[in-house]
Nanobody
Framework: QVHLVESGGGLVQAGGSLRLSCAAS????????IGWFRQTPGKEREFVAG???????DYEDSVKGRFTISRDNAKNTVTLQMSKLKPDDTAVYYC?????????????????WGQGTQVTVSS
C-alpha cells in the first residue's frame, strides 16, 4: 500500500487559484494511477481528476479547462493546479492511489487514501 499526504488547501475568493500537493511513499508509486476526489457533507465522494502511470489525464466535466493534474515520479508527488475556482468547488479534497496503472473514476479502485485537505471558495 501507498501512504499519501495532501497539502495546499485553504480559503480563496471565487476566481482565485490553489495548488494542491500529494506526497506519496510506498511501493510501486510510479506504476500506479493517482486520482483526486472531493467530498462535501451529505454528498458522495466525487472523482475530480486522475493521472496514469504514463501521464495520461482524465477530468470530471465541471473542472475541465480549470484544473490540471500532474505528477513527478522522481519526487513521488502529484499536484492539482486549480484555477478559476467557484464556490461549488468547496470540498475536502483527497488524493488516492489506484491498484491499476490506468485512470478509473470509481473510488473502489483506489486502495490508498490521504487524510484530505479543505478547500473553501467564497463568493
Amino acid at each position: 500500500q501507498v501512504h499519501l499526504v495532501e497539502s495546499g488547501g485553504g480559503l480563496v475568493q471565487a476566481g482565485g487559484s490553489l495548488r494542491l500537493s500529494c506526497a506519496a511513499s510506498g511501493r510501486s508509486f510510479s506504476s500506479s494511477a493517482i486520482g483526486w476526489f472531493r467530498q462535501t457533507p451529505g454528498k458522495e465522494r466525487e472523482f475530480v481528476a486522475g493521472i496514469s502511470f504514463s501521464g495520461s489525464t482524465d477530468y470530471e466535466d465541471s473542472v475541465k479547462g480549470r484544473f490540471t493534474i500532474s505528477r513527478d515520479n522522481a519526487k513521488n508527488t502529484v499536484t492539482l493546479q486549480m484555477s478559476k475556482l467557484k464556490p461549488d468547488d468547496t470540498a475536502v479534497y483527497y488524493c488516492a492511489a489506484s491498484a491499476w496503472a490506468w485512470v478509473t473514476k470509481a473510488g473502489v479502485d483506489y486502495g490508498s487514501w490521504g487524510q484530505g485537505t479543505q478547500v473553501t471558495v467564497s463568493s
